[in-house]
Nanobody
Framework: QVQLVESGGGLVEAGGSLRLSCAAS????????VAWFRQGPGKEREFVAA????????SYADSVKGRFIISRDNVKNMVYLQMNSLKPEDTAVYYC?????????????????WGQGTQVTASS
């Protein structure tokens, strides 16, 4: 079992930056692939970024590529999402997710564990 708790959301002006954090429990967290998803108002949950177990492989949604960076610290059991050049369309609840499958995935159904979410609002 893995428990995930996100933090770091908030209100920021368009063009600004935020760093989301996800604290994970579990002794074997380093063997889990991780990802960030988001759900905007009136929208379905969508993939944002993912990272393999050792962090060697990453994947990003086209909408955030070049602006967002996913990272992890397997010693601290943490996952991060650095978000730069935020746009109003990035406004959403952001969720951290994890799967015991080593390879990352971009489909929400492939993830077994989810955090409660953290709100990010980028104002125009």
């Amino acid at each position: 079992q893995v428990q995930l708790v996100e933090s770091g959301g908030g209100l920021v002006e368009a063009g600004g930056s935020l760093r989301l954090s996800c604290a994970a429990s579990g002794r074997t967290f380093s063997s889990y692939a991780v990802a960030w998803f988001r759900q905007g108002p009136g929208k379905e949950r969508e993939f944002v970024a993912a990272m393999s177990t050792a962090g060697r492989r990453t994947s990003y949604a086209d909408s955030v590529k070049g602006r967002f960076i996913i990272s992890r610290d397997n010693v601290k059991n943490m996952v991060y999402l650095q978000m730069n050049s935020l746009k109003p369309e990035d406004t959403a609840v952001y969720y951290c997710a994890a799967t015991p499958r080593g390879a990352y995935a971009v489909a929400a159904d492939d993830y077994d564990y989810w955090g409660q979410g953290t709100q990010v609002t980028a104002s125009s």
